[in-house]
């Protein structure tokens, strides 16, 4: 444990003086929170009342709230796989990596911290949906429904599922790419294909293997949380019972990201 | 004597190309240990794999006599081919992470800043250091902890005459200390004024390995000149020990059985008639040494 909380601070070091991370982490914590609001207000303003009820339901209230934000979220997971990108290619544009390992850390020790990092950051973005789904939630709170609603808190534990195996596909470009541009560019070109592949296979050949894909499979932890009542019984019912295998697999690949960083750091030339 | 490094048999390939060929010597301590080698012999990627950033392919190397490990490289100062630095931060704030990292105290910074002329700088980012400012921090970085061995890549790279001569100071002072210096270097007139130890590498192989003075031949010779060398010529003929002469310019060098003795051969000129002018003794110096081992091998 000691080790760790020495290691942890040598990192803190080098990014407590770092602006850009400082910049890219005030991004996430306003970005979050900002697209929330937006989509709350057009949801609010931009949509006809039925008999005075919106016609995408109260997906700002409680507990609808810990399905929404964690799904709009989802939609900005590209900033802190920005974040992650930056910070694991200065260390190989500066060869830093190097001369971490010559002045004494072993190999596993400097991929075990980026893992770490990776996974506390991913607790972080996860802490500020929670904020954000309490402060709409309460702001929206209806009359006479005063509970949060903890079941569906099960929502925020997908989000980090999400958010973490994002962040571990950004670890994974930038260390096989090494430059930030170039894996940042791959990032989302590699999120675009997918997303494509995911739509084609679905509509044209109605694949069902697509959900299981890397990018999907953590997608689909969050069903679209809008206009519950105009969503197809069967459908909601074939999610529940997809549910556990979308886990299943998400946590293999988030195991396989972490089993395939470390071989490649600890078995390369750095 | 302990070996502080020992290498056995190392190989490293980088696809179809062969960068070390079953490299095999020891680094004794306290010994001054230059690694000599045209630009692509493989230095670097010795010193990479002893320092665990390259993996080689084949063989095994010990520090202090022990299975390598990331405790041992703590207690080496290593400057590996260019100075890693995180260019968004100062000096000073380099160098705690380097002595974070080696579990040295935060202020040894800085007495090593001090040591490489760096004190006023220190608090610059290393962005806006020159060339010769990035390689004296690296050399600073080096010294946290006062390690018992150091290991200098090209240690001069980037840095003026005078930072030259400060540097090779250095290496002299921390070798009168009693600390172990492995030096990498294609700089042989520096590695002659500083190494104990060298070993020689080309194109991956290593062609010769041990003391300065059991690798060099340590041939020596005289240069002489005379108002008159038709007569010198002449009279060198009746010179006990004389191998052969040979003509250089307006000089003549002359090249002996063993060791040559100048005042004798002075004294014996005088005494047939014949004042030099010019009388010194020559060295075979180690780039020569190093064309010659160099040239046979690839011959």
């Not at chain 1, 942890?8 to 400082?22: D, G, T």
């Not at chain 1, 430059?179 to 084609?200: C, K, N, P, S, T």
């Not at chain 2, 990627?45 to 006599?65: I, Q, S």
């Not at chain 2, 610059?124 to 902890?145: D, E, N, P, V, W």
Request: aromatic share 12%.
């Amino acid at each position: 444990m000691n080790g760790f909380c020495h290691t942890l601070r040598i990192e803190w070091l080098k990014v407590k003086y770092y602006r850009s991370f400082w910049i890219l982490l005030g991004i996430i914590a306003v970005c979050i929170p900002a697209f929330n609001y937006v989509i709350y207000d057009i949801t609010n303003n931009s949509f006809p009342k039925v008999n005075g009820q919106n016609i995408l339901g109260n997906p700002f209230s409680f507990p609808n709230v810990w399905k929404t934000v964690p799904y709009n979220a989802g939609l900005l997971l590209f900033i802190p796989a920005i974040l992650i990108i930056t910070l694991l290619t200065n260390e190989f544009s500066f060869r830093t990596h190097r001369q971490n390992i010559i002045d004494g850390w072993s190999r596993n020790r400097f991929i075990s911290i980026k893992i770490m990092e990776t996974i506390m950051l991913s607790l972080f973005v996860t802490g500020i949906v929670v904020l954000t789904c309490l402060y709409f939630g309460f702001h929206s709170q209806q009359k006479g429904n005063a509970s949060p609603g903890w079941q569906q808190f099960r929502f925020i534990v997908f989000f980090f599922i999400e958010m973490l195996s994002y962040s571990m596909i950004a670890v994974i470009m930038a260390m096989i790419i090494r430059r930030a541009g170039l894996a940042m560019g791959i990032f989302f070109l590699y999120m675009i294909v997918e997303q494509f592949v995911v739509v084609l296979g679905r509509n044209k050949y109605k694949a069902t293997w697509i959900n299981y894909l890397p990018e999907e499979v953590t997608d689909n932890l969050i069903p679209q949380p809008f206009a519950p009542r105009m969503i197809a019984p069967d459908h909601t019912a074939f999610w529940e019972q997809h549910l556990p295998g979308y886990i299943t697999i998400g946590i293999i690949y988030l195991i396989l990201y972490i089993l395939y960083v470390s071989w490649r750091f600890r078995k390369n030339d750095l | 004597m302990a070996s502080i490094l020992s290498l056995n048999n190392i190989t490293k390939s980088y696809g179809k190309i062969q960068a070390l060929k079953g490299v095999s010597f020891d680094v004794p301590q306290g010994s001054v240990f230059g690694i000599l080698g045209p630009n692509g012999s493989g230095k670097t990627t010795l010193l990479g794999v002893v320092m665990d950033v390259l993996k080689p392919n084949g063989g095994n190397f010990r520090w202090f006599g022990e299975e390598p490990s990331d405790k041992q490289r703590r207690k080496i100062g290593t400057l590996l081919e260019t100075p890693n630095f995180y260019h968004y931060l100062s000096g000073e704030r380099n160098l705690q992470i380097a002595a974070a990292i080696k579990q040295k105290p935060p202020e040894d910074v800085d007495r090593v800043v001090k040591l490489v002329r760096l004190y006023e700088r220190r608090q610059s980012k290393f962005q806006t250091y020159s060339l010769g400012m990035k390689q004296r921090l690296a050399i600073a970085s080096c010294l946290l902890g006062n390690p018992s061995v150091l290991v200098f890549d090209e240690p001069t790279n980037g840095l003026d005459p005078s930072g030259i001569a400060e540097i090779r100071e250095l290496i002299i002072e921390l070798s009168k200390e009693g600390k172990t210096i492995i030096l990498a270097s294609h700089l042989l007139a520096e590695v002659e004024k500083v190494c104990t130890h060298v070993s020689i590498l080309q194109q991956g192989t290593l062609i010769a390995s041990g003391s300065v003075h059991s690798v060099l031949s340590n041939e020596e010779w005289l240069e002489l000149g005379s108002a008159n060398p038709e007569n010198l010529r002449t009279l060198l003929n009746q010179f006990p020990g004389i191998k052969k002469t040979e003509e250089s310019g307006d000089y003549l060098l002359v090249f002996f059985e063993s060791s040559p003795d100048a005042s004798a051969l002075n004294q014996f000129c005088f005494e047939h008639g014949v004042v030099l002018s010019h009388l010194q003794l020559r060295k075979k110096s180690l780039e020569a040494e190093f064309i010659a081992l160099t040239h046979n091998v690839s011959s």
